[in-house]
C-alpha cells in the first residue's frame, strides 16, 4: 500500500498536476511564460516551453515519445531517397526533424504560422543538423497578402499547435502580420514523396493552393479534417471529397478522428 501510494504521489507530482489548484489566472500566466529549455530525448534534442506543462506535444516529446506517431510511421513506407517532404504545421518541429531522417538526402520544407512557435522550430532544426527548411507563413490558397492573426496561446488549447488560424478583428490588439502563400508559389527542384497537412482549419484552402504541385508530383497526403473548426472556416468534408475527385485522388484510409491518407487512384 505504501509503495502504491508512493508511486502515484510520483506521478502525480511530475505531472505537475498539483498546478490546477492554482486559480486558473494565475495557472494560465505561468503557462504562457515564454521561457524555453533545452531537452535532450530519444526523438532528438529540443528546445521547448518550459512552463507550458499542459501543451501535449511538449509533454509528448519530453517524455521520449513521438507526438502522431501513426502519421510518422505513415510516412515511413513513402518517403524515398533524394526527395522532398513538405510539412504543413510543423509546430516544435519533431516530426518534420525525423522526416528528414527517414531516407538519406530528405529535404523538409517546414512550415508554422505561429512567429512564437517559429523560432522554436527554428532553434531545434539547427541543433538537430537536420535537412530541413523553415519557412514562417499562413500555407493557403492566395499568396501576396499578409493576414493579421492571433497570436498563439494556450489559453483556449492543450497545445500550442491546436491554435485555430484566426483573423484577428480591428478591435483585438493580440495580433501577428504573416504573410499567406501557397505550396504552387514554390519552385521544388527534387520529387515530394510525401506531404502532411496540419494546419488546424486551413488544410482545405492549403491543399486547393498545391494543385499543380499536386498533379505534377502525385504524391501521398496525410490531412486534417476537424469538424470544429470546419464550423467557423464555413466549409464540410463534403467539400474535401469534391477536391480529391477533382485531382483524381481517393481517400486510401482514416487514420484517426481527425486524420485522413490520401493518393492517387
Do not use: W
Amino acid at each position: 500500500m505504501i509503495n502504491f501510494i508512493k508511486k502515484n504521489l510520483t506521478k502525480f507530482i511530475e505531472s505537475k498536476r498539483y498546478l490546477y489548484f492554482l486559480p486558473r489566472p494565475l495557472r494560465m500566466k505561468l503557462f504562457s511564460i515564454k521561457k524555453l529549455k533545452y531537452y535532450k530525448t530519444k526523438t532528438g534534442n529540443y528546445y521547448l516551453p518550459k512552463y507550458a506543462y499542459k501543451d501535449i506535444i511538449r509533454n509528448c516529446i519530453i517524455n521520449d515519445t513521438i507526438f502522431d506517431d501513426h502519421i510518422y510511421q505513415i510516412a515511413k513506407e513513402y518517403i524515398k531517397p533524394n526527395s522532398i517532404v513538405l510539412d504543413l504545421g510543423s509546430n516544435f518541429g519533431q516530426l518534420g526533424i525525423l522526416f528528414s531522417k527517414i531516407q538519406k538526402d530528405v529535404d523538409v520544407y517546414c512550415f508554422e504560422s505561429s512567429r512564437y512557435i517559429f523560432e522554436i522550430l527554428k532553434k531545434n532544426i539547427d541543433i538537430n543538423n537536420a535537412n530541413a527548411i523553415p519557412f514562417n507563413c499562413v500555407i493557403g490558397n492566395k499568396s501576396g497578402t499578409k493576414l493579421k492573426i492571433k497570436t498563439a496561446s494556450l489559453k483556449d488549447y492543450n497545445t500550442y499547435g491546436s491554435n485555430i488560424i484566426e483573423i484577428a478583428n480591428d478591435q483585438n490588439n493580440d495580433f501577428e502580420e504573416v504573410e499567406q502563400k501557397k505550396i504552387d508559389d514554390f519552385d521544388f527542384k527534387k520529387k515530394i514523396t510525401f506531404m502532411k497537412i496540419d494546419i488546424q482549419g486551413y488544410d482545405l484552402m492549403a491543399l486547393k493552393g498545391s494543385i499543380k504541385t499536386i498533379l505534377k508530383h502525385k504524391m501521398p497526403i496525410v490531412f486534417e479534417y476537424s469538424p470544429e473548426y470546419s464550423e467557423q472556416l464555413n466549409y464540410t468534408f463534403s467539400d474535401f471529397e469534391k477536391f480529391i475527385e477533382s485531382i483524381d485522388y481517393y481517400v486510401v484510409k482514416k487514420i484517426d478522428y481527425y486524420n485522413y491518407l490520401i493518393k492517387p487512384k
